[in-house]
């Protein structure tokens, strides 16, 4: 017998910035994907995906020739299978989980992570990579194996099960404090639009940047500051003037915020404003953020909630709101009042395993 899970994912300051290679500070929550699974002797994996009332069978007597768009279960063994690993002993595995799907706490991206698990235990020879190797593994077999606009945040958090400041640059990841205060997930009921929402913020703020660079060799945006914004507006295309703004100041929001959660006991009330400063950059220059998603967060923030955000890429999905115990009821409240499909209290997860 297998059993694995591998949790989602709530991005909290940093959100459309690892495709520019810039930090994101993102944690695990406790939502989670599960895999369990008893040996068979039939060389194959007999999956019976429940929630979605979907069954799909693996022949591990077969090479993989072809791999259709979005078929996790088949790049991850053949990533696994190029790297060594060898998958003969068949198995009839259940898959289930309460993350909500398409709704931007990467369902996904967990089902990849839990996945790699299992090949990872079924193998018969001995890969065994550290958990952030395990979230580059994922990276690949989600996003670059099928071409993807999205970045490395989703893998690498997932695997590592921690609240994390990640260098996209690099893939380095810092562990930081899980002392956020208390956590309400929202689920809108308006399904996210992932990939455009991706595309256009990303070929926008990359044509942006690309823009302030040819005009300016030396600028670096590691080093940048609030007032280049204005300085180097003139040169942006008109087009990418917002995803210029949006790429500089969350940028330095995400590097206050790591500031922040680098203390042992950080003031969330300061978080809850980083975060609206955040969610203002989100829902006016990405403009990711339906008008009835933006008067579920009012109507949070009206009723006691320090800070509230849009979650992922955007244009439906799910939302955060950062409160505290004794604003928690009303803030769920709000929530549903104002037509979410459902808000709960999540709480942040963390593992000792890096």
């Known amino acids: 017998m297998i059993g694995v899970s591998a949790a989602a994912r709530i991005c909290f300051y940093g959100d459309h910035q690892d495709y520019l290679k810039l930090p994101v500070i993102a944690g695990t929550i406790d939502r989670k994907i599960y895999i ?17 009332k979907e069954h799909k069978e693996i022949d ?48 996904s991206s967990a089902l990849v992570v839990a996945w790699l698990r299992f090949l990872l235990q079924a193998q018969a020879t001995a890969l065994n990579p550290s958990q952030a190797e395990l979230g580059h593994w994922a990276y690949e077999a989600e996003v670059l194996f099928f071409n993807q606009p999205g970045g490395l945040m989703d893998q690498y958090t997932i695997a590592q099960e921690n609240v994390l400041f990640i260098d996209t640059r690099t893939g380095q990841s810092e562990i930081l404090t899980p002392k956020m205060g208390t956590l309400i997930l929202a689920e809108s009921g308006i399904p996210k639009q992932t990939l455009s929402v991706l595309k256009n913020a990303r070929v926008y703020s990359q044509e942006a940047l690309k823009a302030v660079q040819e005009y300016d060799p030396n600028f670096d945006i590691y080093n940048a500051k609030t007032e280049d914004v204005d300085k180097y507006k003139f040169v942006v295309p008109e087009l990418y003037k917002k995803h210029w703004k949006a790429a500089v100041l969350n940028y330095l929001i995400t590097l206050k915020a790591k500031a922040l959660l680098s203390e042992n006991a950080p003031d969330i009330i300061r978080l809850g404003k980083l975060m609206n400063e955040h969610q203002d950059l989100l829902e006016n220059c990405i403009e990711n953020t339906p008008i009835q998603m933006k008067d579920q967060m009012k109507a949070a923030l009206k009723a006691g909630a320090l800070g509230a955000k849009i979650i992922g890429s955007g244009g439906g ?29 999540v709480n942040l997860i963390t593992s000792a395993i890096v």
């Open 36 to 52: 369990n699974a008893r040996p068979n002797d039939i060389s194959k994996y007999i999956l019976q995906l429940v929630d979605i």
């Open 60 to 107: 591990l007597n077969k090479k993989i020739n072809s791999i259709l768009p979005g078929d996790y279960f088949l790049s991850c063994l053949l990533l696994l299978q190029n790297k060594g690993g060898r998958f003969t002993q068949g198995y009839d595995i259940e898959i289930s989980g309460n993350i909500p799907v398409n709704a931007g706490i990467s369902s």
């Open 317 to 345: 999905g799910c939302m955060v709101a950062l409160t505290t115990e004794q604003s928690k009821a009303n803030v769920i409240n709000a929530f549903k009042a104002a037509g979410a499909k459902n808000a709960y209290e």
